[in-house]
């Protein structure tokens, strides 16, 4: 069973400060996904990241993956209000097969302003 | 908005009973999947179906089926609920197979008493 370890759990900061939420892994993923949800609704697709070493920024929002695509990194700079939410790191498996996707339990960002 | 639909949004029920949830996909999209999220357990795969078949099969536990029918729209059924069952269940749709973007709706929020 592959499984994805995602930390902090919580994470409750100003508004303006830095933040990077971890997703690791033991195993090997084709790929890893962000997901961003916020309260009743859905998660909704960030980005995805495929190449081992490879980084991607969304304006304020860094991505990185692991070189051994085991793990994965999301950095916020001067984190905003609206930042507040469910991220949630998800690995799409090495094999063929289900699509399902696998996901870490998530880190719960607060921005207070 | 992601373009699938569930219905219903909140589903209370008792313990024993049975609940169909439904699922509309986005337009085009062909493949359909089920999430269970729970706070202890997080965002999990239960099952994925294609076209009409199922394709993969993840926690889903015996209790739980689902199907998916000609006109793309798939029902999760679950039987002789327990509490344990609570949580929010999302559908997720694609439009193939493979490492494709999934759309999530909105989800169904089940409490069982």
């Known amino acids: 069973t592959q499984l994805l370890e995602q930390s902090p759990q919580f994470l409750s900061i100003q508004e303006g400060e830095n933040l990077t939420v971890y997703c690791n892994s033991s195993s090997v993923f084709s790929s890893l996904q962000w997901y961003r949800q916020e309260p009743g609704e859905g998660p909704v697709l960030l980005v995805t990241?495929?190449?081992?070493?490879e980084v991607k920024k969304l304006k304020r929002l860094t991505f990185q993956f692991g070189d051994a695509r085991k793990d994965s990194s999301l950095h916020i700079t001067a984190a905003q209000p609206g930042d507040t939410g469910l991220y949630l790191c998800?690995?799409?498996?090495?094999?063929?097969?289900?699509?399902?996707?696998?996901f870490g339990k998530g880190t719960h960002l607060i921005i207070q302003p | 908005d992601s373009g699938v639909t569930q219905t219903p949004k909140h589903l209370i029920t008792a313990t024993g009973q049975r609940v169909t949830l439904r699922c509309s996909p986005r337009?085009?999209?062909?493949?359909v999947y089920w999430y269970q999220q729970s706070l202890d357990q997080g965002l999990q795969f239960l099952i994925q179906?294609?076209?009409?078949?199922?394709?993969a099969k993840g926690n889903i536990l015996e209790r739980f089926s689902a199907q998916q029918f000609p006109d793309l729209h798939s029902e999760l059924n679950l039987s002789s609920l327990e509490l344990g069952d609570s949580a929010l269940y999302f559908c997720?749709?694609?439009?193939?197979?493979?490492?494709?973007?999934?759309?999530f709706g909105p989800g169904t929020r089940l409490t069982v008493l």
């Open positions: 997720a749709s694609s439009v193939a197979l493979g490492r494709r973007t999934q759309y």
């Open positions: 990241v495929v190449t081992g070493g």
């Open positions: 337009s085009g999209d062909l493949s």
């Open positions: 179906y294609y076209n009409g078949e199922e394709r």
């Open positions: 998800a690995g799409v498996g090495s094999g063929g097969g289900a699509d399902g996707l696998t």
